[in-house]
């Protein structure tokens, strides 16, 4: 891509590096407690659910770099491509980190329909991050109607199949509500 320099590409491969250290450092399992790595994990309600490299939230972090591409170029449109990518890069492992605490993990298990969660694998962890980047090419080169309707369609087919997304995720995790739960449990 236009305005990627191996400079970029370096800093956010390190990102990811370091991303995958610090979940270490934390604790988390490097690979699915089941001692596999799949490409797909579909269950999940599953102690493998988070575990893999794609399951169903997987859409929501192809989400991450849609939004972060947007508003990156809303507020940083002069400074490079790579630059910005390094610091989509660098939201996402933030959050990686942060959702893998053991004060979050216990929000999730409270707050949301994941009652048996207990954190991403760094291998689920570190392709959440590469989904991302795979969200953020697409803003990219799509225009953004097209950019808006996958999102919309993410969001519905997701919460179609599994009754969750980005969107119901976020509020159930900072201000649930006892409708939204429930309308998820009867699945």
Known sequence: ????????IALAAGIVVLTAAVLLAMGRAPICEC?????WHG???SSENSQH???WYTPSHILHGLIFYAFLWLILRRAALGTRLVIATLIEAAWE????TDAVIQRY???TIALDYYGDSVVNSVADIAWMWVGFALARVLPVWA?????VIAEVAVGAVIRDGLTLNVIMLLAPQDWIREWQMAA
């Open 109 to 111: 298990r409270e707050a």
């Open 1 to 8: 891509m236009a305005g990627m320099g191996r400079r970029h």
């Open 97 to 100: 980190i942060a959702e893998n």
């Open 147 to 151: 950019s808006l309707a996958l999102f």
């Open 43 to 45: 269950a999940v309600v």
């Open 53 to 55: 490299i794609a399951d």
């Open 35 to 39: 001692g596999t790595v799949k490409l």
